[in-house]
């Protein structure tokens, strides 16, 4: 560079010298230019890719964070299942303690790690005031319904917001709810219909059959199992002891048998869609001919 300035200064021309010089210091003023040039895109580059780096941690946080909301969602859904199973077969809710030993086995948890609150209606806790289907309405109300319980989980900033905000009993309306949280409210009619207390069980899942008929040998024979109660749709009915050409396909027992005439002594198990049995024995007569 020092050359060129020289070169710019004096004043004896010698012509070949003078163009190389020219030569050359055009040659480096190129090459500072372009090194200015990559200097100049290695900085838009970087930059750019701090950018994207930057939207990409939001996305993965913002997806991670979705994904934990439906989650918690799922959960919710789960527990509220798992409730109302054993409030079918208890005739009442748990209490806040049952709910965090017997129900459960420990305080269920939301994605975050942080323990769901239950909070009820205390009639429903026991059977000598109403129980599970003995109640027409609840001192918790919500949009102008009754409620059996709430579910709540403070959400993605571990913190609840809602009220109430505490476990156990609880008496009022629930117009401290907040969108931040996640939760899930049980009406009463809600627990009731899922228990199946409008019908003649109140709730409790039973078979309804007090026996069932006879069949005569080498005769189309058909019966129906009746059950009621527990928690709708029924998954698995079964039976054993059956003589051998009858059996049973779900609620209905059909079949044509040639074994010999005598009484039986068979079970009927039906289980309903949260894992809640009955069993019940009958006596089976297959008769060698029918009047």
Not at 63 to 75: A, C, I
Not at 76 to 88: F, G, H, N, P
Not at 220 to 243: C, E, H, K, M, Q
Request: proline share 2%.
């Amino acid at each position: 560079m020092s050359h060129c300035l020289q070169l710019k200064k004096s004043r004896k021309l010698n012509f070949p010298s003078l163009r190389a010089s020219v030569r050359y210091c055009s040659s480096l003023t190129l090459f500072r230019n372009q090194r200015g040039v990559a200097l100049l895109y290695l900085i838009i580059f970087f930059t750019l890719l701090g950018v994207l780096v930057s939207a990409g941690v939001r996305m993965f946080g913002s997806t991670v964070n979705l994904t934990k909301v439906t989650d918690t969602k799922t959960e919710l859904e789960r527990d509220v299942r798992v409730i109302t199973a054993w409030a079918v077969k208890n005739g009442r809710l748990p209490t806040f303690e049952e709910y965090s030993t017997t129900v459960f086995g420990t305080k269920p948890k939301d994605a975050w790690g942080k323990s769901v609150l239950f909070t009820y209606y205390s009639s429903l806790t026991k059977t000598t005031t109403g129980g599970l289907c003995g109640r027409t309405n609840s001192s918790i109300t919500y949009n102008g319904q009754d409620v059996a319980f709430l579910l709540l989980s403070g959400g993605d900033d571990m913190g609840i917001s809602s009220s109430p905000n505490t476990n156990g009993f609880f008496n009022g309306t629930l117009s401290g709810l907040q969108a931040e949280d996640l939760y899930r409210v049980v009406t009463l009619a809600e627990l009731k219909a899922q228990a199946g207390c409008a019908g003649s069980t109140q709730g409790i899942l039973k078979i309804l059959n007090n026996e069932l008929p006879g069949a005569c040998k080498r005769r189309n024979y058909s019966a129906t199992i009746f059950a009621d109660g527990g928690v709708a749709p029924y998954a698995r009915y079964s039976t054993s002891g059956l003589p051998v050409g009858i059996s049973n396909s779900g609620a209905s027992i059909f079949g044509t048998s040639t074994t010999a005439t005598k009484s039986y002594t068979i079970g009927v198990t039906v289980v309903d869609s949260v894992a809640n049995t009955v069993k019940r024995s009958f006596v089976f007569k297959l008769m060698t001919s029918c009047n």
